[in-house]
């Protein structure tokens, strides 16, 4: 059952127009621009993350393409098992390799934005 709205007095509340500001004030006094500034590092994080990312892949369809050139034109079934453990063996370290890479960029980023925001939060 919906309730019912009596004359009972309310509390004063700011126009919609004058609301807004005041608040925004009130949420950067209580930290919003050091969640505004971690959004915008994070945000290119992700952006060097997925350039990083690209190039990889980029690399890694080069070595496909090479492995498939060789075992096209590769003469007999030993030099077949010798192109597929290359690629394998090749594929196993640069996927290990880019692993370390990424892990190792998103916490070094991550530990620099949180230094950043904690020393700047001592300013603000």
Do not use: W
């Amino acid at each position: 059952m919906p309730t019912k709205l009596t004359g009972t007095a309310k509390p004063e509340q700011a126009a919609p127009q004058e609301k807004g500001p005041n608040e925004l004030a009130a949420l950067q006094a209580l930290g919003l621009n050091q969640f505004a500034k971690f959004g915008a590092a994070m945000t290119r994080t992700f952006g060097d993350i997925g350039a990083e990312l690209t190039s990889f892949l980029a690399d890694r369809i080069k070595e496909d393409v090479k492995a498939q050139h060789q075992i096209l034109h590769c003469k007999d079934i030993s030099e077949l098992q010798r192109i597929q453990a290359q690629f394998i063996q090749t594929a196993v370290a640069q996927y290990s390799s880019e692993t370390g890479k990424l892990v190792s960029m998103s916490q070094d980023r991550l530990i620099s934005v949180l230094n950043e925001n904690t020393e700047g939060s001592s300013k603000d």
